[in-house]
T-cell receptor, first 114, second 118 residues
Framework: DTGVSQDPRHKITKRGQNVTFRCDPI?????LYWYRQTLGQGPEFLTY????????KSRLLSDRFSAERPKGSFSTLEIQRTEQGDSAMYLC????????????FGPGTRLTVT | QQQVKQSPQSLIVQKGGIPIINCAYE??????FPWYQQFPGKGPALLIA?????SEKKEGRFTISFNKSAKQFSLHIMDSQPGDSATYFC?????????????????FGTGTLLAVQP
């Protein structure tokens, strides 16, 4: 158990619809990451929060993507006007200790855009 | 530009064999090198990690060998079992800088699909 839950686990949506994913660390972790993983590839960094501040966004995060972490605990990732190319596994990871490099991943949300 | 190159893409070994997965990195600023194990439909699970101040680290049946001058590191799985069949990813990140809010994002390799035959 990595102490990170994600909801939903699977989402099927039609092109053009908006979707929102949620990441819930079990306990407080001030550093939270979102990654995207397409089939047969390693995860790619999307964005990073330190507490509620979003400190870095990847070029992969187009204008249609937005992430929030309103109270420095759970985080949401929203994709507007989904495209087929958005189909992927969206992974949330947390760094438990400020001085530790280790990142622990949640189970991910599998998005399929039809 | 891929910063972490992983090989082989796939690997088949017999039970008890020692699969070896290799990674090479380009950015000399990297100073943390983890390996993750991922089963189908699951998130990556941290397996073992190394910092560049040591050349080898063992945890159970898993060993990382690190060659700083060659900018390479590898994962060895001793006495491999069918339950080790999974995809393995190497990764790298830059130093932690809590004051500057450094991201420490992980840069992943492309993965190795390991099959351990009974």
């Amino acid at each position: 158990d990595t102490g990170v839950s994600q909801d939903p686990r699977h989402k099927i949506t039609k092109r053009g619809q908006n979707v929102t994913f949620r990441c819930d660390p079990i306990s407080e972790h001030n550093r939270l990451y979102w990654y995207r993983q397409t089939l047969g590839q390693g995860p790619e960094f999307l964005t990073y929060f330190q507490n509620e501040a979003q400190l870095e966004k990847s070029r992969l995060l187009s204008d249609r993507f937005s992430a929030e972490r309103p109270k420095g605990s759970f985080s949401t990732l929203e994709i507007q006007r989904t495209e087929q190319g958005d189909s992927a596994m969206y992974l949330c990871a947390v760094r438990r200790l400020a001085a530790s490099y280790e990142q622990y991943f949640g189970p991910g949300t599998r998005l399929t855009v039809t | 530009q891929q910063q972490v190159k992983q090989s082989p893409q796939s690997l088949i070994v017999q039970k008890g064999g020692i699969p070896i997965i290799n990674c090479a990195y380009e950015n000399t600023a990297f100073d943390y090198f983890p390996w993750y194990q991922q089963f189908p439909g699951k998130g990556p699970a941290l397996l073992i990690a190394i910092r560049p101040d040591v050349s080898e680290k063992k945890e159970g049946r898993f060993t990382i060998s690190f060659n700083k001058s060659a900018k390479q590191f590898s994962l060895h799985i001793m006495d491999s079992q069918p339950g080790d069949s999974a995809t393995y990813f190497c990764a790298a990140s830059r130093p932690i800088n809590n004051y500057g809010g450094a991201t420490n994002k992980l840069i992943f390799g492309t993965g190795t699909l390991l099959a351990v035959q009974p």
